[in-house]
């Protein structure tokens, strides 16, 4: 970035201070933030983080006035990315983004580092991916063969004293066909794929809705590349912008938009993985689901789940999984200082908020006290490719135990509020249950305990229903012992929440 700065300002003669800087649309928040960062270090002022195929859009889409729908499939040397965005009148609106932030050029490149490895090592039985000179020379030689076959038939690949064996240089000359090349590469190919047809799916398009599919990268230059996409939408795919330029061009018009230069454009972008909050039992609960609109705004909700307690801990999560430990930590703060009450009563409302960066803040407020305590995301490290492909093919992979597990946690919950009331009535019932059914309640509370953490779902619901039948006849029985007294109750228990209600619009 500090070199991009220093040869934009020796080209313009004047001080480049601010930058629109783009990203692969499934970059996550503390993706995004370490790229900001990266551009404050490199002494930039970002104004903006863009998303790579909507940055491609709108270097295509200047010109176009009528409304279609576009597929930008976007791989580079790093990452790959598709998006669908519907264009009309000058608003560019993002339907739905997905993508590999592990797959791109380079690994490619290495594909066909270790076929050209493995060939000479069965003539020679020297590996040489052992030597790093050896091993740099081999994935120059590969990348150039790559980027030569993509418009002749054969590339030779000739690496004069690439190792010495027996004290004789080693010479490695070879030819590679374009024919090996894409059978080497077609799975890869084949696997950008997946997040096409995750992101169709997302944005509620089928293939035949695609008006226009724009290409991006210089990796879609590859003859396959470009086949399989062409029979994937079956269209001729545009190829009437520059795939290494298209990016850039499109951040230029943003910048022109936030300057007020480019007028009558409007862009709409989205948040590529769901936002949530951990909940009682570990549950991820979605608060802004991928695929919104952003800038976005949600907040609900939430109480405390024990008796007098006095902090909660807001654990704010970035990922698909329906359990918290599965998704992606982003942070954790603590809210203090709420009054002490019976659980369930406190209100906090916790407001997430994605600026048109997809930069995330969050706070939470204590409604009693007006207490807020808040943390705006800073960068941690980036997620690891084990931990991205994790989160993309285990959301699917573990769906049904997924759901399992949320259920019983579910189901255990459900117990534990039970035993929780039970326990209260028993109290507020006091002399006016009979003996043997407040034993044989207690005797009902003890059993649900017991199994509560060991227990299978199955068990825990069956005592738990058991328990909530003996609970009934608590009720039964002190309503049949004295109706009249019970309905004159009602009607004074039934006026008091009306008074409570109407009292804060005095």
Do not use: W
Not at 95 to 107: C, E, F, S, Y
Not at 156 to 185: C, G, M, Y
Not at 255 to 276: C, Q, R, Y
Not at 382 to 397: F, N, P, Q, R, V
């Amino acid at each position: 970035l500090q070199k991009i700065k220093s040869d934009a300002e020796a080209y313009l003669g004047e001080k480049v201070e601010k930058a629109v800087i783009t990203v692969p649309a499934y970059f996550d928040d503390s993706q995004r933030q370490a790229t900001k960062q990266a551009g404050e270090i490199a002494g930039l002022e970002v104004v903006r983080i863009i998303n790579e195929p909507t940055a491609a859009a709108l270097a295509y889409g200047l010109d176009k006035q009528h409304a279609h729908t576009i597929a930008v499939y976007d791989l580079g040397g790093g990452t790959f990315d598709i998006t669908v965005l519907e264009l009309g009148s000058g608003v560019f609106q993002v339907k739905a983004t997905n993508g590999d932030t592990h797959l791109g050029g380079d690994d490619f490149d290495k594909v066909i580092l270790d076929f050209l490895a493995d060939e000479y090592k069965k003539e020679n039985g020297v590996d040489l991916r052992k030597d790093p000179q050896a091993l740099q020379r081999l994935r120059d030689a590969a990348e150039k063969a790559k980027i030569e076959l993509s418009s002749s038939m054969e590339a030779e690949i000739n690496l004069p004293f690439i190792t010495v064996k027996d004290n004789q240089p080693q010479h490695f000359v070879t030819k590679l066909t374009r024919a090996k090349l894409e059978s080497l590469i077609g799975s890869l190919v084949e696997k950008t794929f997946e997040p096409v047809k995750a992101c169709l799916k997302d944005a509620k398009v089928g293939v035949d809705k695609i008006d226009e599919v724009v290409l991006v990268g210089g990796m879609t230059r590859m003859p396959l590349v470009f086949e399989k996409v062409k029979e994937f939408f079956k269209k001729e795919p545009n190829r009437s912008v520059n795939p290494d330029e298209v990016v850039a061009i499109g951040a230029a018009v943003q910048a022109g938009i936030l300057t007020g230069e480019t007028k009558d454009v409007v862009l709409l972008d989205v948040t590529p993985l769901t936002l949530g909050v951990e909940t009682l039992g570990g549950v991820m609960t979605p608060l802004i689901t991928r695929n919104t609109t952003i800038p976005t705004s949600k907040s609900e909700i939430f109480s405390t789940a024990g008796d007098n307690q006095t902090q909660v801990e807001i654990h704010i999560l970035q990922g698909e999984r329906p359990m918290a430990r599965d998704n992606k930590s982003l942070g954790r703060f603590v809210l203090d200082g709420i009054p002490p009450a019976p659980r369930g009563v406190p209100q906090i409302e916790v407001v997430y908020d994605i600026d048109a960066s997809g930069i995330v803040s969050v706070t939470a407020k204590d409604k009693a006290t007006g207490k807020s305590q808040g943390i705006k995301i800073t960068g941690s490290t980036g997620l690891s490719k084990d931990e991205i492909e994790k989160m993309k093919t285990e959301a699917e992979k573990h769906a049904s135990e997924d759901k399992e597990e949320k259920e019983k946690i579910e189901v255990k919950n459900k117990a534990d509020n039970l035993i929780y009331v039970s326990q209260k009535s028993l109290k507020d019932a006091g002399d006016k249950a009979p003996k043997e059914l407040k034993e044989e309640i207690e005797q009902k509370i003890k059993e649900l305990k017991e199994i509560l953490e060991k227990g299978s779902k199955e068990d825990i619901e069956k005592k738990t229903t058991e328990l909530s039948d003996s609970l009934q006849k608590v009720g039964q029985h002190m309503y049949d012992k004295n109706p009249k007294d019970q309905n004159s109750n009602v009607k004074t228990e039934e006026s008091k929440p009306e008074e409570e209600k109407k009292e804060p619009d005095k």
